[in-house]
Each structure stands twice: as C-alpha cells, then as structure tokens.
C-alpha cells in the first residue's frame, strides 16, 4: 500500500496535498515549522524537523513510508539534501515537485549572484532603499551595510530585535499583485530589489513591478542540492506515484 510523506511548506504542496486528499491517497504533510500560522491542509500534519539524514531515516521506517515527495521551498536546500540522502539510503522513492525557476525578459536589470553574501557585496555603497524580499531567515548578513533604508516584507512579525538600524516591516502573505507591488515600491522609493529566485507566480510581482519602474534587482541563485528526479505539475507527480521509475534523474 502506497503511503506518501509530503515535505511541505509552498502553494505547490498545497496543491498536492488536495490532490491527494481527493483521489484517496494515504498521505501525510510535514511542515518544517518556521511559519507561525501555517496553512490548513486536507491531510495529517507534522511540524517540526527529523533531526538530520538519520531522523529521517528513522520517521520514514516507523511511519512505513513508501514515497516522499519534496515540495519545499527551492532555498530549503538541507531538508532536500537529507531526503535524498535518507531515500537513498533505505531505496525509497523520491520526487522533487519543483517550480521552475525565473527567467529574465526584455527591460529586467537583473545582477545574479550565487548567495546571500554575494548580493550583500552586490549593493551600493551610497545609502539606498532596498526593498530585501528574502524571509527572515538571512536578515542578519545585511547588518555589515547599516547605511541603507531596507524594507522587509515577511509572513509573521519578527520576535527578535532587527539587526538593520533602519528598517520597515510589511507583514504580509502572498500570492502578491503586480499593482500591490508597485505601489508598495513606489510609496517606500525602493531604490534597489533583493530576492531569491524562487520561481512561481505568487512572489514574481516584485520582479515586474522592479521592471515597470526601471529598479535593479539582485537575484539569488538557488542553491544546489543532489540529481533527483523533478516534477513541475501535479499530474506528473500523480503519475510517478503510479509508475515510479516514468521520471528520471
């Protein structure tokens, strides 16, 4: 009997998860726990860490999972790299159920980089308005650049004192809008864009709207994680929970 460890926390998840909810899979959604007030889904829940490969390791026997698929958030690059390692290790199944990356189009000023300390050296040194759309997660490593206005749109309000001496919380959830974005951009005069290339439609209004009004953004290249097999749509995942070996690396 096929029973599925959903590694969650993204819209794709979610999407999963109500797929398969309604075809009747036994499935269960773990979230990583960093979100306050997660989303509801339609399958049992788990919150928390596994305590590394061999937490894992040990979850997914006691839970007599048979499938995983890893539908995190592309810049959860531990997690991902402990499910191959654990899926790998006692041969069981794994999918990768990815958004694919963004792109740049016509009139976008993007810089990549390859890290958060790489677009922290990446912005100016005259004070500016930077528009930081990373999380909370990396916030600390902009601290050695106090001189700048930063602006940080995150899902929960910080519970910590901020290491930016001059910054302004936006707490919102997304998907977000492309007129939302501009105005937002526009009443903070958002000099420069910070953010991880996550991919996906609903974080990609920053970008348009840095392209609309003609602001440079710094984009954070994803970070790299073992080959494994990579789905982008959930009929592709429902399939491969039928036929495993359909989808290689």
């Known amino acids: 009997m096929t029973r599925v460890l959903l590694l969650g ?4 998840a979610s999407q999963m998860a109500r797929a398969l909810a309604e075809t009747g899979v036994d499935a269960i959604f ?17 919150i928390g860490g596994f305590g590394g490969v061999e937490g ?22 531990r997690m991902s790299r402990n499910a191959v390692e654990a899926c790998a290790a006692i041969d ?14 016509d009139g ?8 958060i300390a790489g677009a922290v050296a990446a ?41 930016l001496p001059k910054a302004t ?9 492309l007129e939302g974005d501009l105005a937002l951009m526009q009443v903070h005069g958002i000099t420069h864009v910070v953010a991880k290339n996550a991919g996906g439609v609903g974080a990609r209004a920053k970008l348009d709207a840095a392209r609309a009004l003609g602001v440079p953004v710094i984009l954070i290249d994803r970070p790299a994680v073992p ?5 982008r749509t959930v009929n592709e995942v429902m399939t491969w929970l039928d036929h495993p070996a359909r989808l290689g690396v």
């Open 30 to 46: 773990s979230y990583a726990g960093r979100t306050a007030s997660p989303a509801r889904q339609p399958l049992p829940v788990r």
């Open 9 to 12: 926390g993204t819209t794709e």
């Open 123 to 163: 912005l100016p040194d005259e004070p500016a308005r930077i528009f930081l759309a990373i999380g909370r997660q990396s916030i600390d490593a902009f601290a050695v650049r106090p001189q700048h206005d930063y602006l940080l749109r995150l899902v929960d309000p910080p519970d910590v004192v901020l290491p």
């Open 108 to 115: 976008d000023g993007w810089r990549m980089v390859v890290d």
């Open 227 to 231: 080959p494994r097999p990579v789905a």
């Open 169 to 177: 919380v936006v707490i919102a959830k997304g998907p977000f809008t």
């Open 92 to 105: 069981i199944p794994l999918l990768a159920f990815e958004r694919a990356p963004w792109t740049a189009a």
């Open 56 to 77: 894992l390791i040990a979850y997914l026997r006691d839970a007599a999972i048979t499938h995983v698929i890893d539908a995190t958030h592309p810049f959860a690059a």
